[in-house]
């Protein structure tokens, strides 16, 4: 029996929901015998990942044609990459001799029983084939050719096309079921080594990672390692499920996938912005210290800062730079400022000019207002908390701050005022601070 729907590709971006390739239903004992299968699987996330990232491929198959089938489209059709999963342990490295050497029974060599012909053997399904064999021994120097990515192969043309031709060579009889001999098979092979499934799944992690990271979430690593858990779940399933009862749950489609995927950004975005640490990041400081006194009889201090000059030119232009990267802290509440990152910051600028539009509040308040917040939160390390609450004998506070400190968090309330003087004496006296 065989279980083979037609399948329609229109473009790069088709989604492939056909059945998948089976030949036969029977199991033969394979899922019973996946015990000692944890490097496949291993495998098998990397190939998910693929599909996330790459438009072309539309499904991945387990335990179907091969041990693992990608199918992916192009152009030109349809195309599946019959992959090999090889755990076999060995002193010495792949060879020429152990990829086509058969095996030996009553001293006869059985055909189609070499690791070539198996893995030509699986092209049984489509009018184009490509192959992969992944190893954890590294492979000969004669092989690795191989091992080169196919788009950059333009190094090795000549190594390969004398591989092409040694393995045409072999086996002269050993068709598959498409018309193509082990010249073919050499011709669209990849060798993949991978030493260990610490390694890659590590690798994995990492790619994991980044593409949280290109949607613009910074999940932490433990959070990825869940993710990757739960993908080796998805290929433990795909590969446990019975050909002959389950034919549906061998594959994974990359529309799914990504159903899937997208409902974890989405998780990590809520869950990081409840938690989240608003005001976990600062700038370099940029006003200077220049005066430090504390009255400690009467529970009273003062610090004084400055501008300073750069090249004898008093940096205005740089005062003026250092307070607009504090307006959105100033103008909008940490629930906004969570759902931003590095990659769209720029557009919390704009967000804060126009909340502030709507508040009465006249330029000579908010240059004073910005200049506090910004001292509170680059000297003290201080967290702003709204201080619509909070009121002083003579009037509202502006500012209010959490300030962490060894002894117990302390709260800051503020009222910032200009004091248009040109002497630092005269400035002293108007603050009663003298």
Partial sequence: MRLHTAVSFSSKSSVVTSQPLIDSPSDAGGVAARAGFSFQDHVGVGLLLDMLSDTAIVMVEFETADDITLRSVDDAGEINEYIQVKTTEGDGKWNLKEVTERTLRNGKPIEWSSLCEKSLACDRFSDRALFRIVTKRDVATNLKPFCVPRA??????????????????????SVSKKGRHLGDWAAGLFWHVASSSDALKNHSINRILRLFEGRGVFPSYSVADQIYEMLLKKVREASEAS?????????????????????????????????????????????????????????????????????????????????????????????VLANFNRFNARDLLPKALNALKGRSIDSKKLLAETLLHAIMRNHLNSEPIPCRLFNLDDGTATSAHIVFDVSGDQLWLGRPCLLPYADRNEILNRSSLK
């Fill in 152 to 173: 950059n192969r333009h190094t090795v043309e000549e190594k390969l096309r004398e591989l092409v031709l040694s393995f045409g060579k072999k086996y002269k009889k």
């Fill in 243 to 335: 050909r002959a009862l389950e034919p549906n749950l061998k594959s994974v489609c990359r529309q799914v996938l990504l159903d899937w995927w997208e409902a974890q950004v989405a998780d990590i975005k809520s869950a990081t912005h409840v938690t989240m640490k608003v005001y976990e990041i600062l700038p370099e400081p940029f006003l200077i210290e220049m005066r430090r006194r504390a009255d400690y009889h009467v529970k009273r201090s003062m610090k004084a800062y400055d501008v300073q000059f750069d090249d004898k030119v008093w940096r205005s232009t740089s005062l003026c730079d250092y307070l607009l990267d504090w307006l959105p802290e100033m103008a909008l509440p940490s629930n």
